[in-house]
């Protein structure tokens, strides 16, 4: 893979809230959205911490059929009224190619899920919308496969692109992904896109989220994705690896620590 990068391209989602530059970014919220009630509560703690962007699912890529699969387009308006009353950014996947103008409707930034890195009709499709794109990492896809997607959804005219290493499977049991730290800071080398880094689904379990997140801050990433839960026994998806809204302030302090020693802030 032979992209050079002069430059790397910070990418500003609102005023004052910038990828790629001295910020590391939180996008903080469920795994899924629930309910209205859930997704405020969620919502609240993350605007009151000082974060900018909900994240919640409305269109789930479950490995099994018959687990939950998404409220749809409720959940979109559910995303969309809870963001507007507390003044935070949505970030939500688009599970299809025919869901990308209607999560765009509701959402900032567009998701693209781990299973989807290689569709390449939705990645075009992406790439047709004016929205921001995150693209997850395939979970058994290279870097350089990873960083090929990135260029479909770029090749169709939307260079706003956010990188997300979300862990890869590898011989490793104990966690459920392994975080590819070194992407991180190779990618950040070699693409001229912000990264970021998912450590609820790196590692499965609550308890590792925020010493991947230092790790990830540590290695150069832009922003984290990450899955909070007012009651995670209860949470209708990941909920082994969701904190609880109690951890929203623990964890700016403990992860903001290591932006500080990169000399950035954790907003
Ligand atoms: C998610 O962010 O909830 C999700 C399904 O992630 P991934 O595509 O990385 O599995
Ligand atoms: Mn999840």
Redo the contacts with the bound molecule.
């Keep these: 893979m032979t992209i050079s990068v002069d430059n790397q391209l910070g990418l500003t989602l609102a005023p004052g809230l910038t990828l790629g530059g001295d910020d590391v970014v939180m996008m903080a919220g469920p795994?899924s959205v629930e309910s209205y009630e859930q997704t405020r509560r969620v919502a609240e703690a993350v605007a009151s911490a000082g974060m900018r962007v909900l994240?919640g699912?409305a269109f789930?890529?479950r490995t099994s059929p018959y687990s939950f699969q998404g409220l749809g387009e409720e959940g979109l308006t559910i995303l969309r009224t809870v963001a507007d009353e507390f003044g935070l950014l949505v970030v939500t996947?688009a599970l299809a190619e025919a869901h990308v103008s209607l999560v765009a409707d509701y959402a900032d930034i567009i998701?693209i899920?781990?299973?989807n890195m290689q569709h390449y009709p939705l990645l075009w499709a992406a790439g047709e919308s004016d929205k921001p794109v995150l693209l997850?990492r395939g979970f058994m896809s290279t870097i350089d496969e990873w960083l090929q997607a990135a260029e479909h959804i770029a090749s169709r005219g939307n260079k706003r692109i956010i990188l997300c290493e979300?862990g890869i499977r590898t011989f490793e049991t104990a966690t459920r992904n392994t975080l590819d730290t070194n992407a991180i800071s190779l990618v950040k080398q070699i693409s001229p896109y912000p990264v970021i880094a998912?450590p609820s689904?790196a590692t499965g379990r609550a308890d590792l989220v925020i010493p991947a997140s230092r790790a990830a801050v540590a290695a150069g990433a832009d922003g984290l994705?990450v899955?909070f839960h007012h009651d995670p026994s209860e949470a209708w998806s990941?909920g082994d690896q969701s904190l609880p809204l109690e951890d929203v302030i623990r964890f700016k302090q403990e992860v903001g620590r290591v932006a500080a020693a990169m000399g950035r802030r954790l907003i």
Excluded: V
Aim: overall charge positive; aromatic content about 0%.
């Design positions: 795994c994240r699912g789930k890529p996947e998701q899920g781990s299973r997850k979300r998912d689904h994705l899955e990941d």
